[in-house]
């Protein structure tokens, strides 16, 4: 029993904290304008997710008497090359794509945190091995081998889309992961946690991770950034489903319309969700990179 009130307690206190570093963490942030900036934006989208694709459904219906309707009450955005509503049609692709967005980074950090520490921290021939193989990956052109994947397969699921994009950019990651740790590792704090018989997840997680941890962040929402333009040259090349939901894939079929007049609501609507989407990454990036690194931060 008294084993068991223990190991509650602990859970308690570890909740607790944990509950307080997010809340240190939030005050931080939002005391830096750009982080605060990023986060509206960000915060603007996930409701766009949530709560605006069940307020305003997207019916793919053509609607042939509305082809290029000006903005509206009815149409705040006006209408597509068949008449559909573009907000709703907008709002309709928001999930596919920051799903895609979000699981993309998070399978880039993940291979390229793994792989950076293992190299930097193990060394020898593993080290050797694992840098072959990210030299490997930065080397190798995704082009030809995208082309080829089009002849065999047509990726459905979001999942495998996002983890199709990432193969190719958790390279670079890890290099610069691998070479963060190799210095860290040879400083005095960790030489005496060596000294002191301390386990390898107390070196990694308690002094290592805290180190880079801003890095890994900044490079986690860049990579969101950059997510959404490659899917929409994927979904081009036909080795992912079209879906004329996805933002990119209507501004590209706009660039067919770009000289009619009535059609400037239809390529300037997916190019500004792009671009505010685009811009609260790079401020909600820059300003966590100056809350969380200890060489930029403002006291």
């Known amino acids: 029993m ?32 750009k ?19 069940w307020v305003f459904p997207y019916d793919p219906t053509p609607d042939p008497l509305n082809i290029f309707a000006a903005p509206s009450a009815e ?46 921290l193990v060394g020898g021939i593993v080290d050797r091995f694992l840098n072959f193989c990210t030299n490997l990956f930065l080397t190798v052109p995704s082009f030809p081998i995208m082309l080829a994947l089009a002849q065999i397969l047509t990726i ?3 999942t495998l889309f996002a983890l199709l994009l990432s193969i190719w950019g958790w390279a670079g990651l890890a290099r610069a992961v691998r070479a ?10 960790i030489q005496i946690c060596k000294v002191m018989n301390m386990s390898k997840a107390h070196i990694i997680f308690k002094e290592l991770m805290p180190n880079i941890a801003s ?11 950059n997510a959404i333009t490659s899917s ?7 080795v992912v489903a079209y879906d004329h939901t996805n933002w990119g894939a209507m501004l590209n ?13 239809f390529w300037l609507t997916p190019v500004m969700f792009i671009v505010l989407f685009q811009t609260g990454v790079i401020l909600l990036s820059n300003g966590l990179d100056e809350v969380l690194n200890p060489r930029l931060r403002e006291f």
């Open 2 to 33: 008294d084993n068991q009130i223990t190991i509650s307690k602990k859970r308690d206190n570890w909740i607790i904290r944990t509950l307080k570093s997010i809340g240190n963490f939030f005050k931080l942030a939002c005391k830096n304008k």
């Open 215 to 225: 890095y890994i962040i900044v490079n986690f929402i860049m990579i969101m950034r």
């Open 180 to 189: 963060q740790v190799i210095s860290i590792k040879e400083r005095d704090y």
């Open 35 to 53: 982080a605060l900036a990023g986060f509206i934006i960000m915060a603007f989208f996930l409701f766009m997710v949530i709560v605006l694709v």
């Open 75 to 120: 149409h705040w955005f006006g209408t597509d090359e068949l008449g559909r509503d573009l907000f709703r049609r907008m709002i309709a692709g928001s999930p596919s794509i920051i799903s895609i967005a979000f699981l993309t980074g998070l399978f880039t950090v993940v291979f390229g945190v793994v792989i950076g520490m293992v190299a930097g």
């Open 232 to 238: 929409v040259g994927i979904m081009m090349l036909g």
């Open 253 to 265: 079929s706009a660039q067919a319309y770009i000289q009619n007049p009535n059609a400037i609501m």
């Open 156 to 158: 459905t699921d979001t």
